[in-house]
C-alpha cells in the first residue's frame, strides 16, 4: 500500500478518538446536515443513515491521515538521528 508502508506498523497506533479523527468525523456529519438544508428536507430528522455514514466515514480517513502523519513524523526523525549519529562534528556540545 502506498499510502501507508508495511515498515510503519512497528509503530503504535494511534488512538482511536484523536483530533483527526473527531474534526472529519464532524465535518462529515455537518455536511450531511448541510445537504439535507440545501435539499429542504428537514435538517436532523432526515436521512439519519446518511449522517452515520459520513460521520464515520469522516473518523476513519481522519484516523488514517493522522496514522499517516505520526508514520512520516517518525520516519523524519529517524532520518535526522542517523545524520547525526554519522556527522557528530556539526553537532558538538558547547561547554560554556
Known amino acids: 500500500m502506498v499510502f501507508l508502508p508495511d515498515e510503519s506498523r512497528s509503530l503504535p497506533p494511534p488512538p482511536l478518538l484523536n483530533k483527526g479523527s473527531v ?5 462529515g456529519w ?3 446536515l448541510l445537504d439535507n438544508a440545501f435539499n429542504r428536507r428537514p ?4 436521512g439519519i443513515h446518511r449522517q452515520v455514514l459520513l460521520a464515520t466515514l469522516g473518523c476513519v480517513v481522519g484516523y488514517h491521515l ?3 502523519a505520526e508514520y ?3 520516519k523524519v526523525d529517524r532520518e535526522l538521528c542517523e545524520y547525526i549519529r554519522q556527522h557528530p562534528e556539526d553537532f558538538r556540545r558547547s561547554t560554556g
Open 43 to 46: 435538517i436532523f430528522g432526515a
Open 30 to 32: 455537518i455536511s450531511a
Open 23 to 27: 474534526w472529519l468525523g464532524f465535518a
Open 72 to 74: 512520516v513524523h517518525a
Open 66 to 68: 493522522v496514522k499517516r
